[in-house]
């Protein structure tokens, strides 16, 4: 079963506007975190921010924030004051504890973000 | 710090050849991970190794291997290589145990002939 969901294929944003790409995941694990990565044309998965499912303020990176929503399973992105160069795949990604130490992460589809002018 | 490196960048082979992929975690990174994003499976997990030691395998056949080093740096080998195995091979590092950040480098993209 899917366990994180990306619903945006594809997404909109004007220059300097704010954008909410979406993630919703499942789990019956207590403890999990979740990512969000950018994946620009280059290849490179860059990792933008990281939230734990025990930590109860929202995470904030820059320009980047996790709209984090325990009881909605939801951990959207929000990227503020958007630039050309944040045109990429954004990927969101989770990664349990019930397999110990381990560090698998499971990813999204991903949600391709255009910054227009 | 040093990101994590993965050499080479691009590689092209013909089906049945054997392929060995190289990462370097950041420094003092003990926990290495592999992923093979491909556009029709998305990104999915290889393998995890942590200090020398494999602890977690994704469902991948046997051909898929790797192992790990006393200085952290791994390796991915895969041999009898199918053309489905051209993908983006990235690697990516944490510090150890419990969860923190995972950064990933700029991937091998693998082309099977």
């Known amino acids: 079963a899917q366990k994180i969901t990306q619903t945006q294929p594809g997404m909109f944003v004007q220059e300097k506007e704010a954008v909410t790409l979406d993630c919703t995941y499942d789990?019956?694990?207590?403890?999990?975190?979740l990512f969000w990565y950018k994946q620009p044309s280059s290849g490179e998965m860059i990792f933008l921010i990281y939230q734990g499912s025990y930590d109860q303020q929202n995470a904030t990176e820059g320009r980047y924030s996790l709209n984090f929503q325990k009881a909605r399973k939801s951990a959207n992105l929000v990227i503020s004051a958007s630039q050309l160069g944040d045109s990429a795949m954004y990927f969101c990604?989770?990664?349990?504890?019930?397999?110990?130490?381990?560090?698998?992460?499971?990813f999204g589809t991903g949600t391709r973000l255009q910054v227009t002018l | 710090k040093a990101g994590v490196t993965q050499t080479p960048r691009y590689l092209i082979k013909t089906r049945g050849q054997q392929v060995t992929l190289s990462c370097s975690p950041i420094s003092g990174h003990r926990s290495v991970s592999w992923y093979q994003q491909t556009p029709g499976q998305g990104l999915q997990f290889l393998f995890e190794?942590?200090?020398?030691?494999?602890?977690n395998k994704g469902n991948f056949p046997g051909r898929f291997s790797g192992r790990q080093f006393s200085n952290s740096r791994s390796e991915m080998n895969v041999s009898t290589l199918e053309l489905g195995d051209s993908a983006l091979y990235l690697c990516?590092?944490?510090?150890?145990?419990?969860?923190?950040?995972?950064?990933f480098g700029p991937g091998t993209r693998l082309t099977v002939l």
């Open positions: 990516a590092s944490k510090e150890g145990s419990g969860q923190n950040e995972q950064f």
């Open positions: 190794y942590f200090s020398e030691t494999q602890r």
């Open positions: 990604a989770m990664r349990e504890s019930y397999t110990g130490t381990a560090s698998k992460l499971t």
């Open positions: 789990t019956s694990d207590p403890s999990y975190g």
